[in-house]
């Protein structure tokens, strides 16, 4: 007999899994463990983007720059209905230049 659990065949219930924006357990006990010891990691990444060391700065800032920008996807270009793009290119001669 299965109780309340997952029934073979028949739907998830409503409000069923964990909600939209929720934190794991293991990111949670690592954000506790950081405020236990006092370390903000992303102001740490902010210090380093501010070191003289120029690849310091450029690990610390790409790092930084994950939190704050959304990563770009490649983008497929296409013509209409799905075809080929075609590119067509017109040269004009309007005499010849002095």
Do not use: W
Not at 27 to 55: V, W
Request: some cysteine; proline content about 3%.
């Amino acid at each position: 007999m299965n109780k309340g659990q997952f029934q073979k065949g028949k739907p998830r219930p409503l409000g069923a899994g964990r909600k939209k924006g929720s934190v794991n357990r293991k990111t949670e006990l690592l954000t506790e463990k950081c405020e236990e010891h006092g370390i903000d990691p992303f102001a740490a990444l902010l210090e380093l983007a501010k070191s003289d060391d120029q690849n310091i700065r450029l690990s610390a800032l790409k790092e930084v720059c994950q939190y704050l920008f959304a990563k770009r996807k490649a983008v497929e270009l296409t013509g209409q209905d799905g075809d080929d793009l075609s590119i067509k290119v017109i040269i004009e001669d309007y005499g010849t230049h002095k």
